[in-house]
């Protein structure tokens, strides 16, 4: 692992960029590889964005990167640059992941142990609301919406819904 100086020092160099891209800098590592620096930058869309990061935007903010850490030189010798988005197994912990989430299905356990299972459909404030759906088809059904304080939340996950995805309603908009 790098030290925290020259990690801020990468830091420092690609947020901006990041940010004006309109995207969040989700992680960075910066560790040794043999001769070699790997400096790994996990992006996101922004909190109320919904959908997912397309590859050509990723491309080009990579390419920015780049250039930005070749003029700035905040990595000594030669590196290796990897830029990647979170991925749908990343476990919802902040705010902003949840508000990202929207229009998905999210698997929640509460800290009382208890289970919690539906769509997404708001975050406001730091509550969020799940609307039902059918646990073994993922299919939403008439009913009341539950409401769970993020504060309750212990662990939570978004479920792939392969069937959204093969019929072209993909909640990411990536079909």
Do not use: W
């Not at 919802?92 to 949840?98: A, M, N, Q």
């Not at 072209?168 to 990536?174: F, Q, S, T, V, Y």
Request: proline share 6%; no cysteine; glycine share 10%.
């Amino acid at each position: 692992m790098a030290p925290a100086t020259s990690t801020q020092r990468v830091r420092t160099v690609v947020e901006p960029v990041v940010t004006a891209a309109g995207l969040v800098l989700e992680d960075l590592e910066v560790s040794p590889a043999g001769r070699r620096t790997v400096v790994r930058l996990t992006i996101d869309l922004g909190d109320d964005a919904v959908g997912g990061l397309d590859l050509d935007t990723l491309a080009v903010v990579a390419r920015g990167v780049g250039d930005a850490l070749d003029e700035a030189s905040p990595v000594p010798g030669e590196y290796t640059l990897e830029v990647g988005t979170p991925g749908t197994d990343r476990p919802l912990t902040e705010l902003r992941h949840f508000k990202r989430a929207r229009t998905r299905l999210v698997r929640l356990v509460r800290r009382d142990g208890s289970p919690a299972f539906g769509r997404l459909t708001a975050v406001i404030d730091d509550t969020l609301t799940l609307s039902p759906v059918l646990p073994a088809t993922g299919r939403d059904v008439a009913g009341e919406p539950t409401y769970i304080a993020l504060a309750d939340i212990a662990s939570a996950s978004v479920e792939v819904e392969l069937s959204r995805a093969q019929a072209g309603d993909d909640a990411d908009g990536e079909s």
